[in-house]
């Protein structure tokens, strides 16, 4: 069973809003409205990723520079730091084959239109597909951390129940996904959110759910561009 741990609650508005808000405001910076806008500019698709990976790691920086100064370990929040060195570096070596081995396919010009979102953000290129797999490992690690170990503990030790905390950690990494957060895909990125809390909750082992949450990322490496979006979609 995982104790509940004691945060300022300035810090816990600056991880459970600052930082939503920061993603949000990446959602209308340059390389996000060209590769999502009307004319997508699937040129952009790196810089997006390496954008989102950079955001990562500086807020996971400060969240760890706030724990450790509190004194927490990381077994505070049921992960081991050898397992997940070791955990992160399979899950690179898996991603990496991964994106060698799928054909690349066709050559996307630099201005696309009538494409879904979601083939927007689908990696076509093997670089394109190796800094995907990287930004799927930030994804997995560091919201897991925050969101999940740090973000989880920290109400609770507020204190909060079980069912608001999992529900406002959710709904704030449900913001981490910018303006896809005003769609209808609330719902299923603040459904991930609950389906994670809880396989952290009854596992008490946070590395788990960021192996589950890295996977879940990987999949996209294997989506076909097969069709454009109706006009309901765009």
Not at 35 to 45: I, K, Y
Not at 90 to 101: E, N, R, S, T, Y
Not at 158 to 175: G, W
Request: a positive charge.
């Amino acid at each position: 069973m995982l104790s509940a741990i004691q945060i300022p609650i300035w810090k816990m508005l600056i991880a459970m809003m600052g930082f939503p808000c920061v993603y949000i405001l990446n959602g209308f910076s340059p390389w996000t409205t060209k590769l999502f806008g009307p004319r997508a500019d699937v040129s952009q698709r790196i810089p997006f990723y390496a954008s989102i990976i950079v955001l990562h790691l500086i807020t996971v920086s400060v969240i760890v520079c706030w724990v450790n100064a509190l004194g927490y370990t990381a077994a505070a929040f049921g992960v081991d730091l050898a397992q997940a060195l070791i955990g992160g570096m399979l899950l690179l070596l898996v991603g990496g084959i991964l994106a060698f081995m799928q054909p690349t396919q066709r050559k996307s010009a630099a201005i696309e239109t009538g494409r879904s979102s979601l083939d927007l953000l689908s990696p076509t290129t093997r670089l394109e597909r190796l800094v995907y797999v990287l930004l799927s490992l930030s994804a997995g690690f560091c919201e897991e951390f925050i969101y999940r170990g740090f973000g989880l503990l920290a109400l609770r030790g507020i204190p909060l129940n079980v069912v608001l905390a999992v529900s406002l950690t959710s709904v704030a990494f449900t913001f981490l996904h910018s303006r896809a957060a005003f769609s209808f895909k609330f719902i299923f990125w603040f459904g991930s959110g609950i389906v994670f809390s809880g396989i952290y909750i009854f596992s008490c082992n946070l590395l788990l759910v960021m192996v589950v949450h890295t996977l879940f990322d990987l999949i996209l490496l294997f989506r076909p561009i097969t069709r454009a979006p109706t006009m309901r979609e765009i």
